[in-house]
């Protein structure tokens, strides 16, 4: 059959002709690649996507054809190549959000918007009746939001409309409960602004910044948080590039660094007790070495409940209810606690819930980021495992 | 599956071809067929059987009429039944807002799988299957006895997004006879290409931004930001359209198919009535054909030629939608364009040209904000925030940072400069008309791919279902 197309071609062939071959060649080189993918060869192995199923089903309601052209996309050959030159190109015409992602001169920053108010707001609600809930009235109970770098580096953005103004949802937060109670987080942060206190890559705040945070939290809980010549730095990796880069694919900027803030007496953490789901790992390395180029190396991948370990031995035990930006900061508050359990609502389950004894914590705190805290209904559903 | 889809860019589309031009020449409308069900089963699965029914009905209707040709009493008794099925058809699923107790109760949300939506593509295949029968028992054009031959043009992918709607008559000699040659090809991916770089290039980030700016509380806005939004609208609605029925009009080419322009360069039009025979050509000319000159004709006194107009005009915004917007909006134009007939075209010939686009592309603009919103509060709030608003504010210069390329590119490309420009050089030099055509096709297939491959959001999909 190829030999009788060639004459064919060579009989017909014109240059007006040229586009239509090229994107015919295109779109066969690609339909052979995205077959080869579809028999092992993954263009990109970060996706977690696979071939879906088709059933009656799932063609009826249209979840089939959305998961097969989401499967397709990602196994597009030169799929990071194209994100990427798309992206660039937006960026070069003046583009100012991408993917939800504000492109500066030096770092990507996530766009915070209040996408669905009721969510925030019921989040509020949950968090209040928490505190006011009978087993928690003898604890020291405090309610900390943390600003992302939206907030922070607000003067660098472009004046896009839906941008949340954080400062003012943390202080009507705020409003609702015993002055008390509430942790500030931004006048340290906001203080160290010039400081890579976040991340130029990823959504997080920076080791610094999650010390800086830290100062806060245990001021706000009584304590006295340790200076910063306390420390001494590691740098687990110079060529950090986090989730806004994995999400936009842009790297234009320097990479972050990964610091790692050692304690200049010795570690204090004795063992991590990890609950997923039905599985659980202990172990006694705070960092995760095998992330060593992601945020997961503070305490490896999330899960519902996280229990810390000390040798401080002070008798004082710490109930943290928190997201990511907590994990990183799980190695300062070690220092003040014999026994810290963080958990992650995220995660949570309710049997996983069962095996919390809220009465036991003396100090407890309820601490977001204002973006999860904003999105999450999580911290509205799973905060009522807890009611009596 | 839409047409900026990989699903359909890279699979679909390529293996309908190779299976099209493999297919010996006298069973190449089976091949067709099967793609276009394999297409709707994808797209629609719920309603396949819908645009089975309608075929089945428009198949045997026909014969039926064909068949009773000498008996005038069942001839008309068909006509009158196929065309009120068709059209009962299209009242029921289209604009079940209107008429929500005709909808089955296996529809309501109970059982997700038969949730209601539109069907993709009804107002056209309604239309389309409408224009087959009357034509024929009008005896404009001859019975097609073929099944597939009818099931395919009832079905025809390409047009079922967006049009254009496809009469009988302008398509019933290629279902049998057509020829497939290079010239056509290229000239078909040409066709195909610039309408997938107008969706996907510049539609989609306009009509996001169009998105971004309606999510505001209008109170807020400035009178610059209204406008960024509006002229966004505007040439965004005009891409989406003209950029599917380009796509669909290319991939007919290619298959050997002829049909006609749908979209002729609107906004250089210097009325609104001019507008309209340059926008959506195939929808207008239905109407006109089908409806307005049968009852034209009939129009006696000057008050009932003003009801058929303003009627005519409402059916027309109905085809877009079922809301009451756009039954506004069909008044709307109904209006201006009796002003128009009535008086204001000898005062607007008057103008010099550039005045009379300026006034068509406001009146249209106007309309669009209209067309846009879904109530008579938001349309005066918006009208509010484009006269009578703050001047500027940082929002707008955002909105401008995001738009201020695509919106020139529009500006350029809704002009027929860039054709006039490109004729000429067809004739003076071929050869760099030649060559800069390919360069220019192949730049745009390099972009297109890289913006669907990037997968990067489509924002208008949900814009408008036909």
């Not at chain 1, 798309?86 to 070069?92: F, G």
């Not at chain 1, 604890?139 to 900390?144: I, P, S, T, V």
């Not at chain 1, 607000?154 to 937060?173: M, N, T, W, Y």
């Not at chain 1, 920076?206 to 740098?235: R, W």
Request: hydrophobic residues 45%; glycine residues 6%.
């Amino acid at each position: 059959m190829m030999i009788g197309i060639l004459p064919f071609l060579k009989r017909n062939f014109s240059v007006k002709m040229i586009p239509a071959c090229t994107a015919a060649l295109l779109s066969l080189i690609i339909l052979i690649l995205l077959l080869v993918s579809s028999l092992g060869y993954h263009e990109n192995s970060a996706a977690n996507v696979s071939m879906p199923v088709l059933t009656v089903e799932a063609l009826a309601n249209r979840s089939f054809s959305q998961k097969f052209e989401n499967y397709l996309l990602q196994e597009f050959p030169g799929y990071s190549w194209s994100k990427k030159s798309a992206n660039t190109l937006k960026r070069l015409i003046g583009e100012k959000e991408i993917d939800g992602i504000f492109p500066l001169k030096d770092k990507l920053i996530q766009n915070v918007s209040m996408a669905n108010p009721v969510t925030g707001q019921k989040n509020l609600e949950a968090v209040l009746n928490y505190f006011s809930e009978e087993r928690t009235l003898g604890a020291n109970c405090f309610f900390g939001l943390i600003p992302t770098a939206s907030e922070i580096y607000k003067e660098e953005l472009p004046s896009a409309p839906d941008v949340l103004d954080q400062s003012q949802f943390i202080a009507q937060c705020y409003e609702r409960f015993p002055s008390k109670t509430v942790i500030d987080i931004s006048t340290g942060l906001m203080s160290r602004k010039a400081d890579q206190i976040y991340y130029r890559t990823d959504s997080h705040w920076s080791s610094l910044g999650s010390y800086l945070g830290y100062q806060s939290v245990i001021k706000a809980l009584g304590g006295t948080p340790y200076s910063e010549d306390m420390f001494n730095i590691e740098y687990a990796s110079h060529s950090f590039y986090g989730s806004l880069t994995d999400k936009t694919f842009l790297d234009y900027m320097q990479p972050d660094t990964i610091e790692l803030y050692h304690f200049v007496n010795g570690e204090t953490i004795t063992s991590i007790n990890k609950i997923f789901g039905q599985s659980q790992t202990i172990s006694s390395d705070f960092y995760d070495r095998n992330k060593n180029n992601s945020y997961a190396i503070f305490l490896g991948d999330e899960c519902g409940i996280t229990q810390l370990q000390t040798n401080i031995a002070n008798g004082k035990k710490l109930l943290l209810f928190g997201d990511s930006y907590s994990y990183s900061m799980m190695q300062f508050l070690s220092l003040h606690y014999e026994e810290i359990l963080l958990v992650n609502l995220k995660y949570l389950t309710r049997e996983q819930s069962q095996l919390i004894d809220v009465n036991s914590y003396a100090d407890q705190a309820i601490l977001y980021s204002v973006d999860e805290f904003i999105s999450d209904n999580n911290i509205s559903t799973k905060l009522s495992y807890f009611e009596q | 599956m839409y047409f900026s889809s990989v699903t359909f860019l890279f699979l679909f589309l390529p293996l309908m071809c190779l299976g099209y031009f493999l297919t010996p020449k006298g069973y190449r409308n089976y091949t067709l067929l099967a793609a276009n069900l394999i297409f709707y089963i994808w797209v629609e699965p719920v309603f396949f059987f819908l645009l089975l029914f309608i075929i089945l009905v428009d198949y045997f209707s026909g014969l039926s009429i064909e068949k009773w040709r000498q008996k005038k009493f069942l001839c008309k008794g068909m006509i009158i039944f196929s065309v009120l099925t068709n059209v009962a058809v299209l009242l029921m699923f289209k604009y079940v807002l209107l008429f929500p107790n005709l909808i089955p109760m296996v529809f309501q949300q109970e059982t997700p799988i038969l949730e209601f939506v539109i069907p993709l593509g009804i107002s056209i295949y309604t239309l389309q299957g409408l224009s087959y029968l009357l034509d024929l028992y009008w005896n404009k054009i001859k019975v097609q006895k073929n099944f597939v031959n009818l099931a395919m043009y009832i079905s025809f992918f390409p047009q079922l997004i967006a049009g254009p709607i496809i009469r009988y008559t302008d398509i019933s000699r290629d279902l049998t006879t057509r020829t497939v040659n290079t010239t056509k090809i290229s000239k078909g991916y040409g066709f195909f290409i610039r309408g997938l770089a107008k969706k996907v290039l510049l539609s989609d980030i306009l009509l996001s931004t169009w998105s971004s700016i309606i999510s505001n509380d209008f109170s807020q806005l400035s009178i610059a930001s209204a406008w960024i939004g509006i002229l966004c609208f505007s040439y965004g609605i005009y891409l989406y359209f003209s950029g599917y029925s380009d796509m669909a009009r290319g991939i007919f080419k290619i298959l050997g198919f002829e049909v006609p322009n749908n979209f002729n360069y609107p906004y250089v039009a210097k009325s609104a009535t001019e507008f309209w025979r340059r926008w959506n050509i195939s929808l207008t000319v239905w109407f006109k054909t089908y409806i307005f000159s049968k009852i034209a004709s009939h129009s006696s006194s000057f008050i009932i030629a003003v009801a058929k107009l303003l009627g005519i005009w409402i059916c027309i915004g109905l085809w877009y939608g079922e809301e009451a917007n756009f039954w506004l909006w069909g008044i709307y134009f109904g209006v201006i364009i009796l002003i128009e007939q009535l008086f204001l075209s000898s005062l607007l010939e008057k103008l010099p040209k550039l005045l009379q686009q300026c006034y068509t592309f406001f009146i249209v603009a106007f309309g669009w904000v209209i067309f846009q919103m879904d109530t008579l509060e938001e349309i005066l709030s918006y009208f509010h925030a484009l006269f009578l608003a703050d001047l500027w504010d940082s929002s707008a210069g955002y909105y401008l940072s995001i738009c201020w390329f695509p919106l020139l590119l529009s500006y350029f490309a809704s002009k027929n400069l860039p054709h006039r420009i490109s004729g000429n050089l067809e004739n003076k030099y071929p050869r760099i008309f030649l060559w800069s055509t390919v360069g220019w096709e192949l730049i745009l297939t390099l972009l297109c791919l890289i913006w669907v491959a990037s997968g990067i959001p489509s924002g208008s999909l949900a814009f408008i279902k036909l």
